[in-house]
């Protein structure tokens, strides 16, 4: 197939090059390192902690029994798999749509979009601002994703800003089509809602779409073995999908549909873009899952379970705030609820102004005498725990 967009891949001939490599701090280099820029970017993605606690993060279904049903690692490994097909079919630079693949999703809350719901809420309430898992997957490579360098001294993650840009921007829930980057190499931060702005690079808007392509076959699929959907919902699903595919239901036909779509549609006129009949079907097919699988009544009560989870953790160690004498409540927190106190006061402190070694060259993010910073920094906490880590907390919390 013709690779249609080679001349925008981000490439050395590119214009935008050296904007696109550019990192906040100069990073450590090694005389006989081969990687590239952005190759460099998805290994320091891959070996970083956030990116492992993805295994134990809900996708849709919590808490499968099944091996087989998707987790969040899974849906970032099978979103880079179909956005490097499709930016090797268009010429596009396949490591970079991988890095910001494999790491579009590290800010994303226990318990799936429930959980990012109710973060936001808390966010808004004490601190007067949004909380999003693309700014906080930002967040987290920029301030607290941390890697020994060779010396063993921990520093941040320090990503090009090609990469930095195509978290923020990834958006997976919009329904635009026509995908254009644009021009300028903005201030990330000055970002307020998911879906502002469209990526920097073509690969970013790559791997937004891909994004979309990846979770809406997958959650069918998930929904069929888990027994989610019933006789009546397959008739509906069957008739919609032999519609526009003319084959068997299963996530092989759909995902091979809509990247073949997407490939043949997508060009320097058209941007990155489906059919406007795939489009349809897209939109269709989203209204389907969340009719039957997204509102479906045992994800909606294991909802409010999460809820109450999040909301009595944050309480939990929000309570303890006071001031200069946070850290001294933290420490006293211990007695009763040692796991929950314990690896927080540690984590807090790695990324505070106080109690710092000679090791932790990261940046201190948090100023923790104060209350909306000290609020920042608990909401970051959860969002970066497993679901499994957030049951042990609570558990903790309300057994004696």
Not at 69 to 76: D, P, S
Not at 221 to 246: F, I, R
Not at 297 to 324: H, Q, S, Y
Request: aromatic letters at 10%.
């Amino acid at each position: 197939m013709e690779k249609k967009l080679s001349r925008f891949a981000m490439t050395k001939q590119n214009e935008k090059w050296e904007a696109a490599i550019h990192r906040e701090k100069e990073i450590y280099e090694r005389p006989n390192d081969p990687r590239s820029p952005f190759l460099r970017d998805y290994t320091r993605i891959i070996h970083s902690s956030a990116f492992r606690r993805l295994k134990h993060k809900t996708q849709v279904f919590f808490s499968p029994q099944s091996d087989h049903i998707c987790t969040r690692i899974e849906h970032v490994l099978h979103v880079e798999s179909i956005a490097t097909t499709i930016a090797d079919s268009l010429g596009l630079n396949t490591q970079l749509v991988s890095a910001i693949a494999v790491g579009h999703d590290l800010g994303h809350s226990p318990f799936g979009h429930k959980g990012e719901r109710v973060l936001n809420d808390i966010s808004k309430t004490v601190r007067g601002e949004s909380f999003w898992h693309e700014k906080n997957s930002l967040f987290l490579v920029d301030s607290l994703g941390l890697l020994e360098d060779d010396q063993r001294r921990k520093q941040n993650l320090n990503l090009t800003y090609a990469v930095r840009d195509g978290l923020i921007s990834h958006c997976g829930e919009a329904t635009q089509n026509h995908l254009f980057p644009r021009d300028e190499a903005i201030d990330l931060y000055t970002l307020t809602r998911p879906g502002e702005r469209e990526a920097f690079t073509y690969e970013g808007c790559v791997v937004k779409m891909s994004d979309r392509i990846s979770y809406i076959g997958r959650d069918i699929e998930d929904a069929l073995a888990l027994g989610v959907l019933t006789p009546e919902n397959m008739d509906e699903l069957c008739g919609l999908v032999g519609e526009y595919c003319g084959d068997h239901i299963n996530n092989t036909v759909i995902i091979n549909h809509l990247i073949h779509d997407l490939c043949i549609n997508s060009d320097a006129e058209n941007g990155i873009c489906f059919s406007d009949r795939t489009n349809d079907f897209i939109r269709l097919l989203g209204e389907f899952n969340l009719k039957y699988i997204y509102r479906a009544p045992r994800v909606t009560r294991a909802e409010n379970f999460f809820e109450i989870m999040i909301r009595e953790i944050f309480d939990i160690l929000f309570g303890c705030f006071d001031g200069e004498n946070t850290l001294a409540r933290l420490n006293e927190l211990k007695q009763n609820y040692p796991k929950v106190a314990t690896y927080f006061y540690e984590w807090i402190c790695t990324y505070s102004t106080l109690l710092r070694d000679w090791r932790l060259q990261n940046d201190a993010v948090f100023d923790i005498s104060y209350e909306k910073d000290y609020a920042h920094a608990v909401i970051s906490y959860i969002a970066g725990m497993s679901d499994r880590y957030a049951i042990d907390c609570f558990n903790e919390i309300i057994s004696f």
